[in-house]
C-alpha cells in the first residue's frame, strides 16, 4: 500500500510539475508572475503531499517572521521544504547554483524569476558576485532562502554548514531566520517512499543583524539543527506508531528501499 501511494504521488507530482512549468510559460513576462507560478506549483505540491500521500504540511513559528528584506536560512533534507517555502514568502528568492538555470523550462523560470545563482567556476570571485546580486535582492526587499549545507543531507547525518550563510549575514545587515524541520522522513532524499504523517517546518525566532560572524554561525547552527532534532524525533516517533518506522542508517530494510 505504501510503495502504491508512493508511485500515485510520484506520478501526479511530475506530471503536474509539467503542466505547470510548460502551461505557465507565458507567465515569463515578469518576475511577479513567475513566483506566482512557483506559489501554484508549490500549493498544489502540498496538495498532492496531503491527499494523494497522506503527507500534512505543517508551518510552525510564522510569527517569527519579521516583514521587509530577509535572509532566510534553512535546514535541507528533501525536496519538499523547497516548494514549501515558496508559498510562505511574498518575495523569496533562493541562493542556488547556477547549473540550475539551464535545465529546460524549470531554469527559464528561475533565471526570469531574479534568483540568486552562484558560478562555482568563478572560484575566488564568485562569493563577491553573489554578494552583489544578493545585495540588489535585498535592495528590491526579498526574502533570500539560503541552505547552509549546501545540498539536501540525510536526516542522520551530522551537520556540515558552509561560511556562504554568515558571509551574507555579515555583508547584507539584515535579520536572519533560522528555519528547522523533519521533511527529509517524509519525502527522502533520493527515495522513492513518501510517508504518510506530518512534515513540520518552524520558523524559529529571529536573530537581528551585527553579531560577529563566528558567533552567528555557531548561533544558527546550535539553533536549527536543536530544533531539527527535536522535529525528527516526534516524527519517527509519529511514522512508527502508525506503522511506518525509518529503518536506522545500514539497515537491509534501508538499503531496499
Known amino acids: 500500500m505504501l510503495a502504491l501511494r508512493s508511485l500515485a504521488f510520484n506520478l501526479c507530482f511530475y506530471a503536474a510539475t509539467a503542466v505547470i512549468a510548460l502551461g ?3 507567465a515569463l513576462v515578469s518576475r511577479r508572475t513567475v513566483l506566482g507560478v512557483a506559489r501554484l506549483w ?3 505540491t502540498i496538495w498532492l503531499l496531503r491527499h494523494v500521500a497522506g503527507i500534512r504540511v505543517e508551518f510552525r513559528g510564522l ?3 519579521p516583514p521587509g528584506p530577509l535572509l532566510v536560512a534553512a535546514k535541507h533534507q528533501s525536496a519538499l521544504e523547497t516548494l514549501a517555502l515558496c508559498t510562505v514568502f511574498p ?3 533562493y541562493i542556488l547554483k547556477r547549473e540550475l538555470l539551464f535545465i529546460p ?3 527559464w523560470h528561475l533565471s526570469r524569476g531574479g534568483m540568486v545563482a552562484i558560478d562555482r567556476s568563478k572560484g575566488n570571485r564568485a562569493m563577491s558576485l553573489m554578494n552583489a546580486a544578493a545585495a540588489d535582492a ?4 526579498r526574502q ?3 541552505f547552509p549545507e549546501g545540498t539536501r543531507r540525510p536526516t542522520n547525518a551530522p551537520p556540515v554548514y558552509k561560511q556562504g550563510l554568515s558571509h551574507l549575514y555579515a555583508a547584507l545587515g539584515v535579520p536572519c531566520l533560522p528555519t528547522a524541520l523533519n521533511t527529509g522522513l517524509f519525502w527522502p532524499r533520493r527515495g522513492f517512499l513518501r510517508r504518510p504523517g506530518t512534515a513540520v517546518i518552524e520558523f524559529l525566532p529571529p536573530i537581528p543583524p551585527g553579531m560577529a560572524r563566528a558567533a552567528f554561525q555557531g548561533e544558527v547552527l546550535e539553533r536549527i539543527e536543536t530544533a531539527s532534532n527535536a522535529l525528527l524525533d516526534a516524527g519517527r516517533a509519529e511514522l512508527a506508531a502508525n506503522g511506518h518506522p525509518v529503518p536506522e542508517p545500514g539497515s537491509s530494510a534501508s538499503r531496499t528501499a
Request: hydrophobic residues 50%; aromatic residues 4%; negative net charge.
Open 24 to 26: 505557465c510559460l507565458p
Open 42 to 44: 508549490g500549493n498544489t
Open 91 to 93: 518575495e523569496f528568492a
Open 138 to 141: 535585498i535592495a528590491r526587499g
Open 144 to 146: 533570500l532562502i539560503i
Open 105 to 107: 523550462v524549470v531554469g
Open 63 to 65: 510569527e517569527n517572521i
